[in-house]
């Protein structure tokens, strides 16, 4: 069996939520959450690796478990629970907005041989659109399903997703309309 | 006299023009090109460095005068003649969109002490923002005065100063209303 | 009280040292790392933040608890035990030989406002070497006290303090000359 | 026909040597310039890129003209002179020590699907070693010819060649037994 050259990123699902407009964006995450579980189940059935790219929260001590302890304490539990990093799934920890800066991310991506990156998570019109941008500036075939990221306003959302789509040549089909076989043999 | 920590960049401005939706983006950049050339005779007044921050078009020979050459023989000249570099405007070729990506940019702004940008140019949706976005990450304090950009689409326009307001809390004051003289103290 | 404008890094000393050459690198270290607790003592005594730059042993899952937890079960522990990181010490883990390269370290830095590098650890032919290189080219003054790295060969060890010296013109005075309330003040 | 995935290096070349120490590295480039311009010469009959990576020498102009035409006012003009860029070379522009460093040079690597890089230039134990060091972290495979690098004094260029084939795991062969054949195939 050959190897993926697909990714699947989750950006920032472990989440407090607990900051001045947290309270909108779980609203939006709440129901995105289960699309994106969905997902990530028939990716990880495609042996695509599964990266998680998440915020450091202040911490700079790299220690993913005490992050994603914290989170499990705050509003954003009701999300974390339902997308809790698996034993063979990759953790990033991002001390900024975008998943390429000051981090290990293109180098994974590197050893790994990715082409292509389905990025999924919130925020849609901050971390999503900034990785986004950097995958595109690093000229990864981007894949964003419109319906597994959320923001917190709504109207913020679209306009992502229209500079993601537009700026970024991204393919932002649904989810579940997502061909994964056609990744598998791309190029 | 104290150093200016307030550095203006001229993003794309030195541009051929002549590709798909070029047409739309010269429409939409002669009107903007004055209010520019105003605000850079402004700011050049305060002692406000001015850096472009260009498109290399595939050159890879990092020769600044080659590529103003190849854009006057283009539909841009109509724009690029009005804004030419001056003798003591900084020059930095960029390979992609976002000005800090592959360019000295971010070196040279550490060397100046610069803590505040202006950010103008074309595209808005695409050029403008990703180095805006790079800019946040890299804690600038970022104005981007939104009549000094424009794009192919006025609706992408309009979606990107939303981006660049909201999520990278930029000040977008028009380019007229700006308080040149409250950088100069700012740190 | 003023902030330290200095941080100190120590590269790699929880190690596994299992690998091949592992043996002389250890044998080089024991006498090395009672000098640099020392130090470390010392330079805590004076408020100047501690910051671990550690390699992710191909672990990619940032979790730096786990990586302690397994130098602890290999040869490296003799060395690792005497200089574990206490809780208010940063951890950050580095991909590469390099501490900047692919890691949060330069963000941190910038956001502590550190000038001066006093740099630690080991190997010092290769990944205390490429730190200090890149540090000097982000522009920070630096102190790299010859006796608080070591190398697998003496000889290699002995070039590397040379190239530190004379090409990245660092401070190599050893440990305990180094007068760390000179720091404090410096910018 | 096959596009090469190698590509060579000449690292600041293009010098004044008009500053301190500047005399000894135009004495020991002047013998090797003639081995790096026959080497290139190969290169080229192979359809291999000729990449030039050179200083900015603080002009933030990103003019390659202007740098070679000041070079060539000054003691550096002997070997400038012998070794000027071709037409079909590339140029980039570095502000730092590294050919990496805050350059399109990766980029540009990356767009040429280049896997192999021989080095060549000056200083051996400062932008050639930085150089390699940086490729060596982004996973090329480094060819240095010893014969090719020359550095201020020759025990710190025997120094900078000993961490370049230890470290780096670098092929330091010299230039006439250089099979480039033997690159063209490789990957």
Redesign the interface.
């Not at 700079?60 to 478990?65: E, F, L, S, V």
């Not at 800066?101 to 994974?108: A, E, P």
């Given at each position: 069996m050959s190897r993926s050259n697909t990714a699947m990123l989750i950006i920032d699902m472990m989440n407090k939520m607990d900051f001045e407009g947290g309270e909108d964006l779980l609203k939006h995450s709440i129901p995105m959450v289960d699309r994106l579980v969905a997902l990530k189940e028939r990716v990880k059935g495609k042996d695509i690796p599964i990266i998680y790219v998440n915020d450091?929260f202040g911490q700079?001590?790299?220690?993913?478990?005490n992050i994603i302890e914290e989170c499990m304490k705050k509003p954003g539990k009701e999300v974390v629970e339902k997308i809790l990093p698996e034993e063979n799934d990759?953790?990033?920890?991002?001390?900024?907005?975008?998943g390429f800066?000051?981090?290990?991310?293109?180098?994974?991506l590197?050893?790994l041989g990715i082409d292509n990156l389905i990025l999924t998570g919130i925020a849609g019109?901050?971390c999503v659109?900034?990785t986004a941008?950097?995958a595109?500036?690093r000229?990864y075939n981007l894949y964003v399903p419109k319906d597994c990221m959320a923001s917190e306003k709504e109207s913020?959302n679209e306009?992502?997703i229209?500079?993601i789509k537009?700026?970024l040549m991204a393919d932002t089909t649904e989810s579940t309309e997502l061909d994964l076989d056609s990744f598998v043999q791309k190029k």
């Open positions: 450091n700079w001590q790299d220690n993913a478990a990759y953790f990033i920890i991002k001390p900024k907005h975008s800066f000051g981090t290990q991310l293109d180098i994974l590197h050893q019109d901050i659109l900034f941008n950097d595109y500036m000229e913020d306009n992502a229209q500079i537009r700026s």
